[in-house]
């Protein structure tokens, strides 16, 4: 049996997911036995109960009042505290279209405020990747666009504002995750830029970041060739790279349990490599990605702890080297206590969104004045993003009958039509996310609009390469403020 000590002195380092609306058993006893902390998912938030979340909150940290209480809370689609209804935030590539850093200093306030309200100290947020690669699966619309210096100023400012808070705000993905063409949920990414091309394109938004302060920086599971055959995260050489930019804060992992770790080293080897590589949290990520049964939210923690016990007893890892993570988490958690400076929301986030909405549909097409049919070709699920609201057609059915339906295989689309026996007077919009010449979304949209010219396709994704020749709204992400002000341009109130 491990001595308590130093079970405590590990446990100073972990900050796990979980399963369930109230605190379980095994997470509080971890807590009282020195845990870090926990992360917020989508599923932690009963969305119809308000005191909810500020009370399982306050049982944490009454297990634990020096806890961190983290949230993966970007805005836009990656939302776990308005999941259920949409974010009142829009993404960051209307921010960033928007291109007001006033504005996203305002986005990142109303995001460190509503953790602040939910009892949460730390916002993982913004993301500082510059998306060079148009088909770049996982980042996209969550990075402020593909110009560095834009998204250097935007991430400032949104880590200023969320900071303005007093929540933490953590910058993600270091060194960079916005040119690979593979999720690291699902797979390793590599990098194929040389460290002069990442200290160019991709390291200033981090710097811009440290600069103003940010209190952590979360690290990416990819592979520079340059840096050596083990990802960032598990990289003491990317770990030194973030720190020579002047960085004195929290460097945490993204989450352990994604494929890219998961399935190579082991979440357990992983978090080992992770704190020889300089890491000073180690995010155990979201459980529900793998299994919602009883007990899979302990195992993966377990997994981690173990992991870093047996290095610890084994001389693999100094308990200074614990010890020196453990101080700094504690001077963040300090920092987190001090008052924020006085602030009054003052956006109307429906009036900024639409501004950020954009394509010739609205002006040759831009009024609905029948029942609205929606057709979702949206392929696949984002896992960064999770389950989401559909806030398109929520906001439509204030205003029109809306009828919205699935369509994610070409073939389908004769027969889907046939189906709905559209009438005159009917709307017909297309939903997308990912509109690459050659991929399912584009083929389906397409012919789509061969037998149905009057169909507007809504773009919620990256603007495509190559323009399609059917009528386009680009919405630049979705949000409960996108549905919101497309529902306004769309339907004439009468």
């Known amino acids: 049996m491990s001595d308590p000590g130093l079970v405590r002195l590990v446990n100073a380092l972990v900050l796990p997911g979980f ?16 845990l ?52 009142t935030v829009p993404s960051a590539l209307a921010l960033g279209t928007l291109d007001d850093v006033g ?55 949104m880590a200023e504002g969320i900071q303005s808070r007093r929540v933490g705000a953590c910058a993600k993905h270091f060194p960079g995750h916005g040119d690979t063409s593979t999720d690291s949920h699902l797979d390793l990414p590599r990098l194929s830029r040389s460290l002069e091309e990442v200290a160019e394109h991709h390291l200033p938004p981090f710097q811009a970041a440290v ?35 002047g960085f004195e804060g929290l460097l945490i992992t993204d989450a352990l ?47 981690v702890r173990d992991a870093l016990l047996q290095a610890v007893e084994a001389g693999d890892i100094p308990p200074a080297r614990l010890e020196a ?82 369509v994610t295989d070409p073939a389908a689309v004769e027969s889907t039509i046939a189906e709905l026996e559209l009438g005159a007077e009917d709307s017909v919009l297309v939903l997308a996310d990912n509109l690459e010449p050659g991929g399912t979304q584009f083929a389906t949209a397409d012919r789509i609009h061969a037998k149905l010219p009057q169909s507007i396709c809504i773009n919620a994704g990256m603007v495509p390469s190559t323009q399609p020749r059917w009528p386009m709204i680009h919405t630049c992400g979705l949000s409960r403020s996108t549905g919101e002000a497309l529902a306004r341009r769309l339907v004439q109130d009468r």
């Open 325 to 406: 993570s453990a101080e700094r988490i504690g001077r963040f958690v300090e920092w987190t206590r001090q008052e924020p400076e006085p602030w009054a929301p003052a956006v109307d986030w429906v009036e900024v969104t639409g501004r950020t909405i954009q394509g010739r549909a609205i002006r040759g097409r831009g009024t609905v004045t029948g029942p609205v049919c929606i057709l979702d070709i949206r392929t696949g699920r984002n896992v960064a993003a999770g389950k989401t609201a559909d806030v398109v057609s929520t906001a439509l059915a204030q205003k029109v009958a809306v009828t919205a339906r699935p």
């Open 36 to 87: 870090a902390g926990i992360v917020y998912f989508a599923p932690n938030v009963d969305a119809d109960d308000p005191h909810q979340l500020p009370a399982l909150s306050a049982s944490i940290r009454a297990a634990n009042p020096d806890a961190v209480i983290a949230v993966d809370e970007e805005g836009g689609s990656v939302s776990r505290l308005e999941a259920a209804a949409g974010s």
């Open 257 to 303: 349990d994604m494929a890219a770790i998961r399935a190579t080293v082991g979440s357990g080897p992983g978090a080992v490599m992770a704190v020889q590589a300089g890491a000073d949290v180690l995010c155990v990520g979201n459980p529900a990605n793998h299994s919602t049964a009883p007990g899979s939210d302990e195992s993966e923690y377990l997994q």
């Open 103 to 157: 504005i996203t200093r305002e986005a990142g306030r109303t995001l460190g405020e509503l953790a602040r309200k939910a009892g949460i100290n730390m916002a993982l947020a913004p993301v500082a990747d510059v998306n060079t690669n148009p088909l770049n699966p996982v980042i996209g619309v969550r990075s402020f666009g593909s110009d560095t210096p834009l998204v250097s100023r935007h991430v400032q400012a």
């Open 211 to 245: 600069d103003s302060g940010v209190q952590a920086v979360m690290s990416a599971h990819i592979v520079i060739d340059e840096l050596g055959r083990q990802p960032a995260t598990l990289n003491p050489d990317a770990g030194a790279l973030l720190r020579e930019l």
């Open 19 to 34: 399963h369930g609306t109230t605190l379980p058993g095994w997470l509080d006893t971890a807590l009282t036995n020195g």
